[in-house]
């Protein structure tokens, strides 16, 4: 368990970031450095907790960056522009923060004297259009130039570079993670599930963009961070790359949608729209080595999970921003 710690978080008034500073709040002190561009802390109870400082900042401010993150013990960093259509509106931006960011969070973190693991979230999309069981060995597969998707995924490929090339020219306690479709109560953005699933709550029309045999393996919150926090602790997660998923939890994304509509007992009809973009028509991880070495593995069923988020989302349906245009 780790406990007396002070963790900072690049990006933790996001979905996952927020959810791990829940996690480990009572027992830590923790820093979020975000610019809370998607924001799911600030409504949280544990938003004003005596042990969270809160920094609003960009991880391309090297100043701000350098001086917030002193005395730090663990560094996660989870700041990142993500989803298909905020990528396709802000390509250099994306670029930018996802591969300059990433360094500047690496140059700061190498001042540290006592840091004892360096997290890089990276995504499940460096292994391309089609993934089945893929291990963390396996090469990674990138779109046409110029194509959204894969600006997204090359960003974030050559953070990965970067984090493993500090841990073998300076030593740095560094981790890859690979978080596949991650799901859960407090999602904000993007998401294909969170958006099924508040849709059906108000009985609105799901959108499933292309013909919907696209095929996912979805993760709950919950399990995501446990992940984390086994590679936080575990002393041979170092200098290795996981993957973060629930092989046990594939269906088609018009699987997905049924699904959605009959566990919450939803009137909501499925509609069918010309995909965005090239398309991931299948991603399903291996997750023999997180199981193998830091003995990790995701436990929550899909529709145990789906259950879970529509009882948060039902309570807070009125207070939640709106879903981006293209959903609707």
């Given at each position: ?41 600030s409504g949280k109870p544990y938003a004003n907790h005596p042990s969270l400082t809160i ?20 560094v996660v960093h989870a700041a990142a522009v993500a989803g298909i259509d905020t990528v ?213 069923d899909l529709e145990e999970g789906i259950q879970r988020t529509a009882a948060w989302y ?15």
């Open positions: 368990m780790i406990e007396g710690q002070h963790i900072f978080i690049t990006g933790g008034g996001g979905f996952i970031g927020s959810t791990l500073v829940e996690r480990l709040i009572e027992q830590n002190t923790i820093t979020v450095f975000d610019t809370f561009d998607r924001d799911a802390l920094i609003k900042g960009d991880v391309l401010d090297e100043t701000a960056l350098a001086t917030a993150i002193q005395g730090a013990d663990y396709a509106r802000m390509p250099v931006k994306t670029m930018e923060i996802n591969m300059m960011g990433t360094g500047n969070v690496l140059r700061a973190a190498l001042s540290l004297p006592k840091l004892k693991r360096f997290i890089d979230f990276s995504t499940s999309e460096v292994f391309g259009s089609a993934a089945f069981r893929s291990t963390e060995n396996d090469s990674s597969s990138i779109g046409a130039v110029g194509e959204a998707r894969w600006i997204y995924a090359v960003s974030k490929l050559a953070g990965e570079h970067l984090s493993f090339s500090y841990h073998r020219q300076y030593g740095m306690p560094t981790v890859t993670l690979r978080p596949f479709n991650i799901y859960g109560p407090g999602q904000v953005g993007e998401g294909a599930l969170h958006i099924f699933i508040r849709k059906a709550l108000l009985n609105e029309d799901l959108i499933v963009f292309g013909d919907g045999t696209q095929i996912r393996a979805w993760c709950y919150i919950d399990d995501m961070i446990e992940g984390v926090l086994h590679v936080m602790e575990h002393p041979r997660a170092i200098g290795e790359s996981f993957n973060i998923g629930n092989a046990r939890a594939a269906i088609t994304i018009l699987g997905l949608a049924q699904m959605v509509c009959r566990v919450l007992g939803s009137q909501s009809r499925i509609v069918f729209r010309e995909a965005l973009s090239s398309d991931i028509e299948l991603r399903i991880p291996s997750i023999d080595k997180s199981r193998e070495l830091i003995d990790f593995t995701a436990n929550i039902h309570q807070h349906l009125q207070e939640l921003p709106e879903l981006p245009t293209i959903f609707k």
